[in-house]
């Protein structure tokens, strides 16, 4: 991919190519961002949650999963394949999902030690508040508003408080999943 380069000389606008600038550029702009995000904390969240959708793929029904149900293709493997994950798959998403997301967010935000905290206190209440609303579910839907429906994802937002099933172990789980997540913040925080 080439750069072209627009400059004014004297009466007429030229136009130049430049291959080179297209590397340095590529070059100056991973030295500037490298500093501020940590790719490896963003890349161990996407791959945590890459394989968090095994769970859905292979465990749970289309019907009960909406990225699965409402794909175009039928990517689901429920009769394909065996249940691998057994009963751990049932509260297994709940640790992935807080997991993943604070290690995305810590990597894009690439924070020390008060800022990785405040970042795992809020997915982990995030998540709380999730569960805790499939639970006392009728207070949740009478604040979800209609013109949700015709947008995709939140469409599935009342389904997800009616449908879902709060579990003490999904708790726990997010509770294991937050301490994980912090504790591998940690360990692959970079200096600045």
Not at 11 to 37: Q, V
Not at 47 to 74: A, C, E, M, Q, W
Not at 76 to 83: A, E, F, I, K, V
Request: aromatic share 16%; with cysteine; hydrophobic share 45%.
């Amino acid at each position: 991919m080439n750069i072209i380069l627009m400059y004014e000389s004297g009466l007429t606008n030229e136009c130049k190519t430049l291959p080179f600038l297209n590397r340095r550029l590529m070059r100056n702009l991973l030295k500037k961002f490298g500093g501020i995000i940590n790719t490896c904390q963003i890349l161990v969240g996407l791959s945590i949650l890459l394989l968090g959708t095994l769970v859905y793929l292979i465990d749970r029904p289309p019907h009960n999963t909406y990225f699965v149900f409402k794909s175009f293709k039928n990517i689901s493997l429920y009769d394909t394949l065996p249940n691998i994950f057994g009963s751990i798959g049932n509260n297994l998403p709940s640790f992935i999902h807080v997991f993943s997301f604070i290690l995305i967010t810590g990597g894009f935000l690439s924070c020390q030690k008060r800022g990785c905290l405040i970042v795992c206190a809020f997915w982990f209440l995030a998540e709380i508040f999730f569960e805790l609303g499939q639970k006392f579910n009728s207070l949740i839907l009478k604040t979800i508003p209609n013109w949700f429906l015709g947008v995709p994802l939140l469409e599935n937002t009342k389904n997800y408080f009616v449908r879902g099933t709060f579990d003490y172990f999904d708790i726990l789980a997010i509770a294991i999943g937050t301490i994980t997540a912090y504790l591998v913040l940690l360990i692959t925080y970079k200096k600045k």
